[in-house]
């Protein structure tokens, strides 16, 4: 894989930056760059992007502000996490993507503050996904090329499974939070190491050939992967967003079950095993455990106690559906033409 | 401390949430196994993983009432 040594990159990742401003923000392994006005960089960078949403130079460089967060790389230190400069120019990347979102969920329809007309309504709203289109396909005609490729692009998240919407738990109180440690619980394998969704998930990685390092396929990854984790790190890691993290767990949770037996049916078809197909059948009944508490518990639940987030509990599932199905809609088109669906183009 | 309860939760148009300390025992009279703490059971009658829920009552436009 593509190393550090002659890129401009101070910091020495596993993956290389994709502008301007991705560079800065890792140029200098303290925090800013010195000898760059990062704040400035991050404004012009958002003025100008066609889209936020798939800028590659935007989406990697909120990945990597928001990796210190997670620890998702040891060259990437904790300190730079609470950095004022690295906050700064994070703030101005967060508002031209929030403001994008915004834009394009604006129709979503916002229910009454009720918890069953909130669970009503994220059901209604997830059973006009356009998603399960990508696992159909996979189910029946993706080749193991293809597959491995899916594999890679679901690992930004999936490899660490369920922490985006854990940021959300001390924000929340009583049932919501009871509700979410319930699913949170579950994804975290319910004391059990080997069952933690991540580390199944790594197993099917391994599985299938694939090397489970964090960020080791990251710069095959396209932005529109890279925009789905961000929004969830968003959504999560800043408190006034709390309605936006538990609508987005609402949502993923709905278009999950059944997409998820879809994707075991493709994988048993190309022959893979029981390691690689552990984490989808694990998927197709926990997750239709977790829409229903999701939906009702948690979701509906808060919005009977706060009712001014039910929009953005709206907000962030119909976020989830446009992010995810952005990626759906990325790999089909590649394969339609014949392409790869990943950044460099070469199956891996 | 008081015995814990099992509770059955019907959600509406959807399976059974089942919590507490329970076996579901097959017609062979053998356990069936149990993965998770929390499970749905199916109540639409249309699961590929009886007797746990997959969300299939989704698409088949179950009706509990």
Redesign the interface.
Known sequence: MTTALSDPVGLDVPFHARGPLSAAVLASPAGPPVDVDLLALAQRVSLEAADPLTDDDIQLSLFCLYAASYGLFPQIAPEREWDPGLIAARRVLESAVESALRVRVAAVPVPEPRR?SV??AL?ELT?EDAGPSLSRFIAKKATRDQVREFLIHRSVYTLREADPHSWAIPRLTGAPKAALV?IQ??EYG?GRAD?VHATVFAKAMRGAGLDDDYGHYLDAIPAVTLASFNAMSMFGLNGRLIGAIVGHLAAFEMT???PN?LYGDGLRRLGYGEDVLDYFD?H??????H???AG?DLAGSLAEERPELVADIMFGAASCLLLDGAIGAHMLECWTAGASSLRDGSPR | MSEPRVTVTPCPDGPLLVRGPFEIIGDDGEPIPRRRRTVALCRCGMSTIKPYCDGTHKITGFRAD
């Open positions: 069953d669970a009503a059901f059973s319930e619980s579950d319910g069952r999950s079950s059944i037996r694990e197709v009944e926990a997750d239709a455990v829409e229903q508490i009702r």
